[in-house]
């Protein structure tokens, strides 16, 4: 059995603008997203403290920031799928789950939020398809 681990960002404050909200609506301060990738367990149980035997997550966190402020997005689902179709260029992740919740929702409390789950099958087809 392969073992396999994973790389959790949680909480990543994205500076977004996403959706239309009509006068006196609640309109979310926060945009904020969790992941987890999951990875061969290669890249942890490493035999040398060298960047070169792990996944190298900073371009990626960087790549997603650039997403997030490229443009104004009607839906948190949009975004979602952008990242998603970012993480598919690392081969080194094996499936993934991606959840994005804004903040307040109303009455400048509540969150809300999606959540995706994509397997390695899917997340090939998204390779695929670049």
Not at 67 to 82: F, G, M, S, V
């Amino acid at each position: 059995m392969n073992q396999i681990a994973c790389i959790e960002l949680r909480d990543l404050e994205l500076q977004t603008h996403i959706g239309s909200y009509a006068p006196n609506a609640t309109i979310p301060k926060k945009h904020l997203l969790d992941l987890t990738l999951w990875i061969d367990a290669k890249y942890i149980l490493i035999g040398e403290d060298k960047m070169e035997h792990v996944f190298d997550y900073d371009p990626l966190i960087s790549e997603i920031h650039l997403l997030a402020e490229e443009c104004h997005y009607e839906t948190q689902e949009r975004l979602i799928t952008k990242i998603v179709q970012c993480c598919a260029k690392y081969v080194a992740i094996e499936s993934m789950e991606i959840g994005l919740r804004k903040l307040p929702v109303s009455l400048d409390s509540g969150e809300l939020g999606i959540r995706l789950k994509i397997n390695r099958t899917t997340l090939n087809e998204h390779r695929i398809a670049i």
